[in-house]
């Protein structure tokens, strides 16, 4: 998988591309990461990327020339099977959630444009952008900081960066869920105890454990979760259970 990241400051990626998995993984050739700077498609020897807005209002919006050559650039790197996507990184942008990343993680070809200022020019979203996301209800001073997040959650899904597997398959968002609580040494640590059951050995009983540990954190955390959420009948039980809990402690509250 290729990723071309168009963006006005290449120099933010550099020690985010060497840490960790994301260093690791494109030492071992496992993806390609490319940088295409903004300016370099500027048309003046100021190497401008940005301007006024029409109508007036403060800031500064990144020009369409520049940012259209740029990435025009990236995709005509595309490769030659697979399918390529273009996506700007916009506050108003749709939501960026594990299904998308999972989407993305089948693509062949993805090209992140970092936005910056007060956003870019409308005809750039109409004319060579697939789609819009967002991290969530907030504004950044640019696109860069959504972009490692964007491939951190893609790359990591890619055979081969992570060491287990099955990290991949049973961590948060997966089947809809956010993760169940974890433990390591010591056993005990400020007065507080790891869990019996998790000392049982018995692994069906934790398994069933976990298993109801991520509903409980997904009724009381992230209830939307739940609507599209892979549930069986043992499931739906356990959550009938936890609402009417919950119904009657708010109930004695009101008392």
Not at 21 to 41: M, P, Q, S
Not at 126 to 143: A, M, N, W
Request: charged share 30%; hydrophobic share 40%.
């Amino acid at each position: 998988m290729i990723f071309d990241l168009v963006t006005l400051f290449p120099d933010l990626f550099d020690s985010f591309l060497k840490g960790s998995l994301i260093g690791k993984a494109l030492a071992e050739n496992i993806f390609e990461i490319r940088l295409v700077n903004i300016r370099d498609f500027s048309t003046d020897r100021h190497r401008t990327a940005d301007d006024r807005p029409y109508g007036g209002g403060p800031g500064m919006v990144l020009m369409a020339e520049p940012l259209a050559g740029a990435i025009d650039f990236a995709r005509e790197k595309d490769p030659e099977q697979g399918e390529s996507r273009t996506v700007l990184l916009s506050p108003a942008g749709y939501p960026f959630d594990q299904a998308k990343a999972m989407e993305y993680a089948g693509l062949e070809h993805l090209v992140l444009v970092c936005g910056r200022y007060e956003g870019v020019d409308e005809r750039i979203c109409r004319t060579v952008i697939d789609e819009e996301i967002s991290l969530g209800d907030f504004v950044l001073s640019g696109g860069e900081v959504p972009a490692m997040a964007v491939i951190e959650a893609v790359t990591r899904l890619l055979p081969g960066v992570l060491g287990a597997a099955d990290s991949v398959t049973e961590e948060t968002f997966n089947e809809g869920l956010l993760e169940y609580p974890q433990y390591t040494r010591p056993a005990s640590f400020r007065g507080l105890t790891v869990p019996e059951v998790l000392l049982s050995g018995n692994h069906a009983v934790i398994d069933t454990w976990r298993r109801r540990m991520r509903l409980r954190r997904t009724f009381e955390r992230r209830p939307g979760l739940l609507a599209e959420a892979e549930l069986t009948d043992s499931d739906r039980e356990f959550l009938a259970t936890l609402d009417s809990e919950s119904k009657s402690n708010a109930g004695n509250k009101e008392e």
